[in-house]
Nanobody
Framework: QVQLVESGGGLVQAGGSLRLSCSAS????????MGWFRQAPGKEREFVAA????????NHADSVKGRFTISRDNAKNTVYLQMNSLKPEDTAVYYC????????????????WGQGTQVTVSS
């Protein structure tokens, strides 16, 4: 059974930084693409960033490009989201997602999800 556990969320002032972590188990991490999504109150869940299984490809939403960076450590079965220059509009629950992907590409859909971690950015 796939388990994804997010950590690192919290309350931060605008302009500050946070690093989210997602620890994965129950899957072959090195053969899984990983992603971060977020959902703000009253809004639909949206894509934030994704990384292919061997980190050959990354993708970031336009709203976070230049501020957020996704990375992974396959030896630790962990994916990270470094968030800098945070804005109040980044406030949301952030979810980690995984999808088995034999090729080093980012899939269109993710099948496994974590419980989420709250990020709140105050103005």
């Amino acid at each position: 059974q796939v388990q994804l556990v997010e950590s690192g969320g919290g309350l931060v002032q605008a302009g500050g930084s946070l690093r989210l972590s997602c620890s994965a188990s129950g899957l072959t991490f090195s053969l899984s693409a990983m992603g971060w999504f977020r959902q703000a109150p009253g809004k639909e869940r949206e894509f934030v960033a994704a990384i292919s299984s061997r980190a050959g490809s990354t993708n970031h939403a336009d709203s976070v490009k230049g501020r957020f960076t996704i990375s992974r450590d396959n030896a630790k079965n962990t994916v990270y989201l470094q968030m800098n220059s945070l804005k109040p509009e980044d406030t949301a629950v952030y979810y980690c997602a995984a999808q088995r992907q034999l090729s080093d590409r980012i899939p269109n859909n993710f099948g496994s999800w974590g419980q989420g971690t709250q990020v709140t950015v105050s103005s």
